[in-house]
């Protein structure tokens, strides 16, 4: 590996130069990769709910739909805006009071049913179908017209309309992310750091890395837009430490090697990459984990981060050397007294009183796997962004004025008996928090002939295979009761009809939360598992990857009691990721200083000796790294408006702070405890010369 880093010193004005023309593809594939906005399409398609939709597209050439509320407009005024509706492309249909009914007829001659369903004081409710599934550009593009073409009095609810939010805050808040983390992390460096220069081309390189990565996502189709948003935040505050290591070793290595300064990077670039090897595996493992998930936002988000970290390593030993290298008198001549020079005292500090961190460590052990345990977590992808939004004030009008929440739509098979069909519907009326079903039997009624019903409404309700009817539900999606709710329902269609299916929003949801709370089980034991693994086969030991993943998971249990102690609720995707990301993320602190610990161990020093020298050694890479990742992760917390992506972040700028802090002072005592089971569970852990001293009878293990 020494020769590859010199040639990679030699050739690093080629390096910079094929570095700067790799930027124009990556920008031309980050530009034509499809963002998806909508976290239901990630659930696995054997769902009985996404078949379904699946049906309504193939069936009804209908993929999602939105209730709309009109507040004090005549109804003639209100005929005039359902004609608008239906020019807009990729509005399907508009079922309103005139498909059943002439407006002259007075709204208290209609049917009971139909009246509480399409009029409410002096609101009135329209439904807009659309020909595209919910998430898609046709439907987002027809929502976002509609709009424009309604008025104050006007309000567009549904899932189209919320994932059109969603989209339109992302784009706005996006490009703001990654510029608060850019400088809040350069700010951590350039008090970190001996040189002004040096944080700039840190954020260089890995800004580089992170276009490189976004670039390659064209081959994937599409990403989420959580994976967008976290790609550059995760990916700066993940690899900022590969980084610090190889401009450490440049620095020590420059004093072996005084003047030949091509030999010195040669050999930062061999001891930087054997370095983060481990510490990279660990991180991808974590990411890769996340990747085993039925729901595939999880994949998605891993394959994106676990690509962008061996890219920031690749960047890390050709990219950064070289520019390093080019700019090395720069860096000599902007070089500054950094704020935290020496740790020597606080290492002292935090080693003699190792006791002091266990009982602090005992103490917090309990409370905080309670409050891990019990923190509470919400499905409703609405309630994630601000109420002041279109879709969430939409909302809140169809529950003042309709009373009602969300939709559920039945597909049942169209050659049922109309007597099943109306005894069925009739059962699903009376289930708690149905306010209304409408079907071909409520619009016309039993004895109205086939040949009499309009072709328009039809067509709506009616396929070759399938009978389409709406349920109205005054209960909110991913809430227990409508959760119940559907669940009794699907047991009366299927009694009637076993191939029949309840779908729509809050069944989706449903889904997504029996699917999720599995999810989160099997990947923290498989992120936990391989990274097991990867440090039993790194340092040869069947003790350290215990105590490593421990002290991990218990930063992990304390960064995710703070929610229940704080008494909030987190979005279930934040609960999903956020463990094993931590965990990946900000193990290599832990490696950092259990090889420094080795390291001396070997060279025969005492526990005592060994833990003292590595401590002080990693402290201050540790916290320069902690610090840059809870910077980068910090602002974006506090600036987002999207809590999907604010969640996560809190978490992730506390959990940096937490695991540095549980690394630097609780990771020393359980070496200090725990020497003599290490020495001798791991092979060669001692090394051959401490082993000699062991077998003379000197004291070395204390």
């Known amino acids: 590996m020494v020769k590859t880093g010199k040639w990679i010193a030699r050739h690093r004005v080629l390096i910079l130069l094929l570095g700067i ?138 899932m189209t309309g919320i994932v059109t939010d969603i989209k339109n805050i992302s784009l706005q808040e996006l490009p703001i992310y ?61 690899t900022m430490d590969y980084s610090i290591f190889l401009l450490n070793s440049y620095e020590e290595n420059k004093l072996r090697f005084p003047g030949d ?37 999880g994949r998605d988000l891993g394959i994106v981060m676990a690509k962008g970290v061996v890219i920031g390593v690749v960047c890390c030993v050709t990219l950064l050397p070289s520019m390093v290298l080019i700019f090395d008198k720069a860096i000599e001549k902007t070089r500054h007294r950094p704020l935290i020079r020496n740790v020597e005292k606080p ?35 609405a309630q994630s962004l601000p109420a002041s939004l279109p879709g969430n004030v939409a909302n809140e009008k169809l529950q003042e004025d309709f009373d009602m929440s969300t939709m559920h739509m039945i597909l049942m098979n169209k050659d049922m008996d109309s007597k099943d069909k109306r005894d069925m519907m009739e059962a699903v009326d009376r289930v708690d ?118 002290v991990i998971e218990f930063a992990i249990a304390v960064n995710m009691a703070v929610p229940f102690f704080q008494g909030t609720s987190l979005p279930f995707v934040a609960s999903i990721v956020i463990g094993t990301i931590q ?16 390291k001396e161990r070997q060279r025969g020093h005492s526990k005592k000796e060994a833990i003292s020298i590595a401590h002080k050694a990693s402290m201050l890479s540790i916290v320069t790294s902690g610090c840059s990742f809870f910077a980068a992760t910090f602002g974006v917390a506090c600036y987002s408006k999207v809590d999907m992506i604010g969640s996560i972040c809190t978490l992730l700028s506390r959990g940096a702070l937490i695991s540095m802090a549980v690394v630097i002072m609780v990771l020393p005592a359980m070496f200090m405890i725990f020497d003599k089971v290490i020495c001798k569970t791991s092979i060669g852990f001692l090394g051959k010369k401490t082993k000699k001293q062991c077998s003379s009878g000197k004291e070395v293990l204390e």
């Not at 005039?80 to 399907?92: A, G, M, N, Q, R």
């Not at 300064?261 to 991180?283: E, L, P, Q, W």
Request: net charge negative; proline share 3%.
């Open 261 to 297: 300064k091509n030999r010195a990077m040669g050999h930062a670039i061999s001891n930087t990459f054997k370095s983060i090897v481990g510490s990279s595996v660990t991180t991808i493992a974590g990411f890769a984990a996340l990747c085993c998930m039925t729901f595939t936002l």
């Open 178 to 238: 990654v510029v608060i983390a850019t400088c809040l992390a350069f700010l951590v460096l350039e008090l970190s750091t001996e040189s002004f220069l040096v944080p700039v081309l840190f954020l260089l390189s890995i800004g580089c890395a992170i276009l490189y990565n976004m670039g390659t996502n064209i081959f994937l189709g599409e990403i989420s837009y959580i994976t967008k948003a976290l790609t550059a935040v995760l990916q700066l505050g993940v």
């Open 583 to 598: 965990l990946g993320a900000t193990v290599d602190y832990a490696i950092l200083m259990t090889s420094r610990y080795q």
């Open 433 to 550: 928090g149905i306010k209304w079903t409408i079907g071909m039997n409520s619009l016309f009624g039993p004895s109205i002939p086939d040949s009499m019903i309009p072709k328009d409404i039809k067509k709506m309700l009616q396929s070759d295979k399938y009978e389409l009817a709406f349920v109205c539900s005054e209960y909110e999606s991913a809430t227990p009761t409508v959760n119940k709710q559907i669940a009794a329902i699907d047991k009366i269609v299927k009694s009637y009809d076993s191939s029949a299916m309840v779908i729509g929003e809050a069944p989706l949801m449903k889904d997504l939360q029996d699917v999720t709370d599995v999810d989160l089980r099997n990947v923290n034991i498989i992120s936990i598992a391989a990274i097991f693994i990867i440090i039993m086969l790194v340092f040869k030991s069947l003790s350290l990857p215990v105590i490593l993943v421990a």
């Open 347 to 381: 290492s002292r500090f935090i080693t003699k009183h190792y006791k002091l961190w266990l009982v602090v460590f005992l103490v917090l052990l309990f409370p905080a796997i309670y409050g891990n345990n019990h923190t509470k977590v919400y499905y409703n992808i």
């Open 21 to 158: 023309l790799l930027l124009v593809p990556s920008v031309i594939g980050m530009a034509k990769t499809r963002i998806n906005y909508d976290l239901l399409s990630y659930l696995p398609e054997h769902l009985e709910t996404v078949k379904g939709q699946d049906i309504l597209v193939d069936e009804y050439g209908m993929g999602a739909f939105s209730m709309v509320v009109v507040e004090n407009m005549d109804l003639k005024d209100a005929q005039k805006l359902e004609d608008k509706f239906s020019e807009i492309p990729h509005v399907k249909d508009v079922l309103w009071y005139d498909d059943v009914a002439d407006i002259s007829l007075p709204v208290e001659m209609i049917p009971k049913d139909l009246r509480e369903a399409f009029f409410r004081g002096d609101a009135t409710m329209m439904l807009a179908l659309f020909d595209n599934t919910t998430s898609s550009d046709e439907a987002m593009e027809a929502v976002t017209q509609m709009r424009k073409a309604a008025d104050e009095q006007c309000f567009i609810s549904g």
